[in-house]
């Protein structure tokens, strides 16, 4: 089943209670409007932690050196660190060569070989001014948030530019394979789902987007995208009468049959005639199939691309990615390149996955780091990250747990080593785009729908100004479910002008579902907002 990153289970458990500060408190204590905040009685059994900077002066400090859960708060560090090791501009570019000759009537005697370069996208969220495309109800979260809003560009938009290049280069037939060579790093394993290779198609997933029906015992309206012949759905969806119960079901949600002729995700259940669907606004509901085969996948599209380009292929256009094809990677020369596809520049891919917690763009960034310093696996990848930040940052590895570039499992923190690596990236020379990468309070991202504080006049002026990135970890326990991790840091320009660097954390808040959840992202966002007045 899929789980976003609110749903990832820890087994750990944090109980304390916030220490109340007497009136005659010291300047890094919390401030007594925050303090209410944090003694509502949703948190009785929580602990909060807050770090506030100006520069190197800390103005408010509590719990700062305590190992808390922070969730994906935990990207600023295997974002930030790429970017600044790779830069905003890099871009990471998709070569497709021949392997063989062309003959005088346009056949390719040989393979055609599209190299993966860990290009996130691959043409599939470009906007037409270069940029990326996002939704702040993102498709990767739809199946744990309930729904989605999809982007509008292709998925397949840059498989289809390779295809086109393919046929300008004077190829008009393959009469031997076609492979993906995903050979760019060791592939690592996603949360127990699949393991990630360095070729996405539509962040290796499949949607699906169903528009209820009011005609009881009608076939639900069900498309899909992208269509391949990689994977199929079949929809036996119905509609129910009104009030019935919503039964609707995907499966299988992790298809292992890809690469497999006639490989398909069923659709099924009942909707009933009076579903509204949820949190959108919209009249659809989107859910996903996770493409847990990518580079079969890609190879099928890839092969369904060529022949809508008028580039006959020979080899099926579904079968097991083929790589014992594959020669040596030192084997490529640039006479035999027929097409290249170059990627979104890094910046870019970096507001991908921090405005929307992207998690397996953030694992992969962990891993394209690696390879700046040589090595090829996420352990690898993780061993160098270490070296990378006790040398480059000055954060010892005392002070954080990470397991993954994206803040799966227990990954845990200190205040002081996000706030210090926040600082450190606001002196790089990244800065700006690390920066614009960062959901925004009250307009975009994770944060585009925190927006309580606004009720109070005093802090409604906080929109636009507190650039952060969200962490969220929920897991059941004996007593239900609990909130293990709320974590938020990031930059505040205040009311009067200050540049604050921040980290507020809050850790096992019992809740009873995702309106509780809600609640600790408006809180923390009213905190922010505080800050932003009171400095």
């Known amino acids: 089943m899929h789980r976003p990153a609110i749903f990832i289970a820890l087994a750990m458990s944090l109980c304390a209670a916030v220490t109340a500060?007497?009136?005659?408190?010291?300047p890094t204590d919390v401030p007594t409007d925050i303090r209410v905040v944090f003694g509502k009685?949703?948190?009785?059994?929580?602990?909060?932690?807050?770090?506030v900077q100006d520069g190197s002066r800390v103005l408010v400090d509590l719990n700062s050196n305590r190992q808390f859960l922070v969730g994906s708060v935990r990207k600023?560090?295997?974002?930030?660190?790429?970017?600044?090791?790779?830069?905003?501009?890099?871009?990471?570019?998709?070569?497709?060569?021949?392997?063989?000759r062309i003959d005088n009537n346009k056949v390719l005697h040989g393979n055609l070989v599209l190299v993966a370069s860990g290009d996130l996208t691959m043409g599939?969220?470009?906007?037409?001014?270069?940029?990326?495309?996002?939704?702040?109800?993102?498709?990767?979260?739809?199946?744990?948030?309930?729904?989605?809003?999809?982007t509008r560009p292709d998925p397949l938009a840059g498989y289809r530019r390779l295809a086109r290049a393919v046929k300008a280069s004077g190829i008009d037939r393959v009469a031997g394979d076609v492979v993906i060579d995903d050979r760019l790093f060791t592939p690592f394993d996603f949360r127990g789902q699949f393991q990630v290779r360095p070729i996405f198609v539509n962040d290796d997933a499949v949607d699906i987007t169903i528009v209820p029906q009011k005609t009881p015992r009608s076939r639900g309206n069900v498309t899909w995208r992208p269509k391949s012949a990689a994977l199929g759905i079949d929809n036996r969806l119905v509609t129910g009468a009104a009030r019935s119960e919503n039964t609707l079901a995907i499966g299988p949600e992790l298809p292992a049959c890809i690469g497999s002729a006639g490989c398909t995700s069923t659709v099924k259940g009942s909707l009933p005639s009076d579903f509204v669907p949820p949190l959108?606004?919209?009249?659809?509901?989107?859910?996903?199939?996770?493409?847990?085969?990518?580079?079969?996948?890609?190879?099928?599209?890839?092969?369904?691309?060529?022949?809508?380009?008028?580039?006959?292929?020979d080899a099926p256009s579904v079968e097991p990615n083929p790589v014992h094809f594959l020669a040596s990677e030192s084997s490529y020369s640039a006479p035999n390149l027929v097409a290249k596809l170059?990627?979104?520049?890094?910046?870019?891919?970096?507001?991908?996955?921090?405005?929307?917690?992207?998690n397996i763009g953030a694992d992969t960034s962990l891993v394209l780091f690696g390879l700046t310093r040589g090595v090829h696996s996420m352990p690898d990848a993780l061993r160098a990250e270490r070296?990378?930040?006790?040398?480059?940052?000055?954060i010892p590895s005392a002070q954080y747990h990470f397991i993954d570039?994206?803040?799966?499992?227990?990954?845990?923190?200190?205040?002081?080593?996000?706030?210090?690596?926040?600082?450190?990236?606001?002196?790089?020379?990244?800065?700006q785009p690390f920066f614009d990468a960062l959901p925004v309070l009250g307009v975009d991202g994770s944060l585009a729908f925190v927006k309580a504080y606004q009720k109070d006049r005093t802090l409604a002026g906080a929109t636009g100004q507190v650039h952060a990135k969200t962490g969220t970890y929920v897991a059941g326990s004996e007593a239900g479910a609990v909130l293990k991790g709320q974590a938020l840091g990031g930059y505040i320009t205040t009311k009067s002008g200050k540049h604050l660097t921040f980290e507020l954390v809050v850790n096992n808040v019992p809740i009873k579902g995702i309106p509780d959840v809600v609640k600790v992202f408006e809180d923390e966002g009213t905190v922010a907002a505080m800050l932003w007045r009171d400095y």
């Open 387 to 394: 070296e990378n930040l006790a040398t480059a940052y000055g």
């Open 76 to 100: 600023i560090f295997s974002v930030g660190a790429n970017l600044n090791a790779v830069g905003a501009a890099h871009t990471y570019d998709t070569p497709v060569y021949r392997q063989g």
């Open 405 to 431: 570039g994206s803040g799966g499992g227990d990954t845990t923190a200190t205040n002081v080593a996000v706030t210090r690596m926040l600082e450190q990236l606001a002196e790089a020379r990244q800065h």
């Open 342 to 358: 170059t990627g979104l520049p890094y910046g870019q891919d970096a507001k991908l996955v921090l405005k929307i917690s992207y």
């Open 280 to 313: 959108t606004g919209k009249p659809e509901v989107v859910r996903t199939v996770r493409i847990v085969q990518p580079a079969n996948y890609a190879r099928t599209v890839f092969v369904e691309a060529l022949r809508a380009a008028g580039v006959a292929v």
């Open 124 to 150: 599939g969220r470009a906007n037409p001014d270069g940029t990326v495309a996002i939704s702040n109800w993102d498709h990767n979260e739809a199946d744990g948030l309930g729904n989605a809003i999809l």
């Open 21 to 26: 500060v007497g009136s005659n408190a010291a």
């Open 41 to 51: 009685p949703l948190y009785r059994d929580a602990t909060w932690g807050l770090r």
